[in-house]
């Protein structure tokens, strides 16, 4: 049995109605419906219906009911007020980006203390049909919203795999979203045969942790990652010190490697407070033996001043920004 995000192919609505008087017209919006051929039908207070009827029923809706008491979501995503629908429907132009591919990938280099290229974090970088560059935090709000947050993390990921081919005896760190993921065994084996067919030495690929502060759900990061682990793969957590409960998060899934937010880092030379933070973290990532890296690294005093407190990988604009072409 898969899980019911793999299978997804089409944004599917569902709009919630409370209220008396709301609910007193359901069966004739569920009748306007199917005389007009859109395939709705309804679950107790809830119509389950195909987009192409939405701004058919946005319209009745404004005109005969309380939109404070009526609901909407898209593939099992986070309840919204009804008068927000009409920007998830706008935002159909991320399904193109998607079914089409239209993406590409960027390396931006990590270094270990003498400079010297130790991996590469592998970054998405995506466009409409006419060439317009679209920002990720753009197109993961979008997928959010359409529910299609599993989908393009699916892209994304194997697009990566892909990419990472070309780095040889390099690491390849890999960004996902955790909450993106139903079932493991099944959201991840489609990455586990890409990597297998590309011939590729699995202790290359790093699964990084994105959004940390965002993880609500320990025990299913945990299987997460116990599932990259006994296929040979390793894991970082991104953005550390972001956030809440992210220290213990540290001891909890003790990733390989442990990334040093850049709000620490940038400055830490001459900042106190960001001195206390990043000695704290390195600490804790040498109790639990994951390696730390710190990221967002642009002036070298703080790269010096990290490198001398005990960091031991790098990543930043010092060393390199992120380009369609590999530096070896």
């Not at 940038?266 to 600490?283: R, S, Y």
């Amino acid at each position: 049995m898969t899980c019911k995000s793999c299978l997804i192919d089409e944004v599917k609505y569902e709009i919630k109605i409370d209220g008396e008087e709301n609910s007193s017209v359901i069966d004739d919006v569920i009748d306007h419906l199917k005389r007009n051929n859109f395939n709705a039908y309804l679950e107790s207070n809830i119509i389950i219906m195909e987009e192409k009827g939405v701004n058919d029923l946005f319209d009745f809706f404004s005109d005969h009911m309380s939109l404070l008491k009526v609901f909407f979501r898209t593939n099992d995503g986070e309840w919204s007020p009804l008068s927000e629908i009409k920007e998830v429907y706008n935002m159909q132009w991320i399904d193109e980006v998607i079914e089409k591919e239209h993406l590409t990938c960027y390396f931006q280099p990590i270094v270990n203390r003498e400079e010297e290229i130790f991996g590469y974090e592998i970054l998405s970088r995506f466009h409409k049909e006419d060439g317009t560059l679209i920002y990720p935090n753009i197109i993961f709000d979008a997928a959010r919203k359409r529910g299609r947050l599993y989908a393009l993390d699916k892209l994304c990921r194997m697009t990566a795999v892909r990419y990472a081919a070309d780095i040889n005896d390099k690491k390849a760190f890999i960004n996902f979203l955790p909450t993106s993921i139903y079932s493991p065994e099944f959201c991840l084996r489609s990455t586990v045969k890409l990597a297998n067919q590309l011939k590729m030495d699995p202790s290359q690929l790093v699964f990084e942790v994105v959004e940390t502060e965002k993880v609500d759900d320990i025990e299913h990061l945990k299987k997460i990652l116990s599932y990259y682990k006994e296929k040979g793969f390793e894991y970082a957590l991104d953005d550390v010190g972001e956030g809440y409960n992210t220290f213990k998060m540290l001891e909890d899934i003790s990733p390989q490697y442990m990334k040093l937010d850049m709000q620490y880092v940038q400055g830490v030379a001459e900042n106190l407070e960001k001195q206390e933070i990043a000695k704290m973290f390195l600490q804790k990532a040498v109790e639990i033996g994951s390696i730390p890296l710190a990221e967002g690294v642009e002036e070298r005093n703080d790269f010096e001043w990290l490198k001398q407190l005990g960091y031991a990988l790098f990543q930043g604009y010092l060393f390199g920004k992120p380009s369609p072409n590999l530096k070896q």
